[in-house]
Structures are given as C-alpha cells and as structure tokens.
C-alpha cells in the first residue's frame, strides 16, 4: 500500500524568509512523487514531480523539493516567500510497482496551510 | 483554465436528494478519478475509470455511484444524501503515458452543500 504523511497542518512564514513543508512517504517499489497547490476555492494545480533522477527537482513559482530516499521524504522549498505563496499545498504519491488490483492513482497527504505573512 | 470541466460549480440539496456531478476531462485523457475534499477527511479518493471501464474503487459508498460515457466525460451520482456529504468534489484527468510525468490536471471542483 502506498501512503504520504504531511505532518504539519500548518506553517507560518514571514516574507521574504525561506519555508519548508515537510513530506514523508511509503511505497513498495519506487515512488513518483508529487506537489500541488490549491487556492481558495480552485482546483489543484501541479507544482512540481520527482520520477527520477537530481534529487533535487525545480518546479514552477521558484519552488523546488528535495527526494531523500533514505529518509523516505520530499520536502517543498522555496528561498524566498512571497505572500502570495499563500495556500493549501498537497504532496502526493504513487508507487511504481503496480502489480494487479494495486493502485494506479495518486494518494495525497492532508495538505498544510502556508501563510506567508508581510 | 485547466481543460478538465466541472459542472455545476454549486449544488445545494435536501438530506435525502439525489444529485449529479458531471466531468470532462481534459481532450486526449481516457482516465478521469473523483475525488472527495472535505475539512476532516482530507482529499480521498473515490473512484477511477479508464476509457469508459471502471479502474479502481477508493472510500467510495454505496450510496454513490459513477460511470463514464463514449465521449469519455464522467458523471458521479450522489443518492440519499446526508449532512456528511457535504463536500467539495473534484474531477482529475490523466493520459495513461503522462501520469507517471505530470500526475494530474483537476477540475475547480464542485461543492455540494446538504441541508
């Protein structure tokens, strides 16, 4: 079974600084990893992957996230926040090993709230 | 605009009711998934199909149930509504060779209110 685990419900940033939202996972074989971004009343709208590869992936609005397959996690970055990075934000997971009746769709976290403050 | 189409954008319903949401993915996806959004369950997912063929059941009732057209656009009904139903619901498309690259594009959802 696959899963993903945001721990934070909540983050809280001044602008300017940089954020951090954490993101950890479970998969069987190797994992295709996922970022969203949902603002009020809208739907998700992707942000950046890892399938393989630079740990290290570079994603839209200056966002990047770093894999670390030893620690099972996929941390969303950003150097510097702007106020209008604020939003509900959602990591998602999908095992590359499917084998029959295993899933194929995404399993999301429960999403953590970014507030960038002014 | 994503390309993935949710109608009606509101819904608003008596307990009991029977409701139906409509998608349409985005042109060239055979795979649309709903999913559920609600405060205190998060985003779960309901149900997937694949070029009219169901794929995959996730935490979805009994009480609801989906299908999805020749034309590949999906509706998911909602029958004997209760409270707890109310929820935003999201339409997700994929083209099978791109999932594993862009994941999902969604829909803007529709958000059902049971009174």
């Known amino acids: 079974a696959q899963s993903v685990a945001q721990p934070e419900d909540q983050v809280n940033v001044a602008e300017g600084n940089p954020l951090t939202v954490k993101c950890t996972y479970s998969v069987s074989g190797n994992p295709y990893l996922f970022w969203y971004v949902q603002y009020p009343n809208r739907g998700l709208q992707f942000l950046l992957k890892y399938i393989t590869g630079d740990n290290l992936v570079k994603g839209s609005y200056g966002f990047e996230a770093e894999f670390n397959k030893s620690q099972t996690s996929f941390h969303l970055k950003k150097p510097s926040a702007l106020v209008s990075d604020s939003a509900l934000y959602f990591c998602?997971?999908?095992?590359?090993?499917?084998?029959?009746?295993?899933?194929?769709?995404?399993?999301f976290g429960s999403g953590t709230q970014l507030t960038v403050l002014p | 605009d994503s390309g993935v189409t949710q109608t009606p954008k509101h819904l608003i319903t008596a307990t009991g009711q029977r409701v139906t949401l409509r998608c349409s993915p985005r042109?060239?996806?055979?795979?649309v998934y709903w999913y559920q959004q609600s405060l205190d369950q998060g985003l779960q997912f309901l149900i997937q199909y694949y070029n009219g063929e169901e794929r995959a059941k996730g935490n979805i009732l009994e009480r609801f149930s989906a299908q999805q057209f020749p034309d590949l656009h999906s509706e998911l009904n909602l029958s004997s509504l209760e409270l707890g139903d109310s929820a935003l619901y999201f339409c997700?498309?994929?083209?099978?060779?791109?999932?594993?690259?862009?994941?999902?594009?969604f829909g803007s959802g529709t958000r059902l209110t049971v009174v």
């Open positions: 042109s060239g996806d055979l795979s």
């Open positions: 998602a997971v999908r095992d590359s090993l499917l084998s029959s009746g295993s899933a194929r769709q995404l399993t």
């Open positions: 997700a498309s994929s083209a099978k060779e791109k999932l594993a690259n862009y994941g999902y594009t």
